[in-house]
């Protein structure tokens, strides 16, 4: 088992940048994809970013690709999420998910085998 837990989530004005973390811990980390996705009131849960376990592949919604920045610390079994130039269609609360199924992420909620309980994120005009 792989516990999640997610951190660094608040309130921002839009045009401001946030930092969300996932840290990993339990059985080992190594060779786990990672992703994060987000889920706001009354929609469904989105893709926003993942990353391969080398951190050498990466991938991005279009709605977030050129501001969300996805990146790992492997030693310190860290995830991280950065979001620059935020929009208020960005509020949401943010999920880390990990796949041992495979060293390269997917894009599907079905890809993830491990989820964090989430973090709040949000937007203001």
């Known amino acids: 088992q792989v516990q999640l837990v997610e951190s660094g989530g608040g309130l921002v004005q839009a045009g401001g940048s946030l930092r969300v973390s996932c840290a990993a811990s339990?059985?080992?980390?190594?060779?786990?994809?990672m992703g994060w996705f987000r889920q706001a009131p009354g929609k469904e849960r989105d893709f926003v970013a993942a990353?391969?376990?080398?951190?050498?592949?990466?991938y991005y919604a279009d709605s977030v690709k050129g501001r969300f920045t996805i990146s790992r610390d492997n030693a310190k079994n860290t995830v991280y999420l950065q979001m620059n130039s935020l929009k208020p269609e960005d509020t949401a609360v943010y999920y880390c998910?990990?796949?041992?199924?495979?060293?390269?992420?997917?894009?599907?909620?079905?890809?993830?085998?491990?989820w964090g309980q989430g973090t709040q994120v949000t937007v203001s005009s």
């Open positions: 998910a990990a796949t041992s199924r495979t060293a390269i992420p997917g894009t599907g909620i079905g890809d993830y085998n491990y």
């Open positions: 339990g059985r080992t980390f190594r060779g786990y994809a």
């Open positions: 990353i391969s376990w080398t951190g050498a592949h990466t």
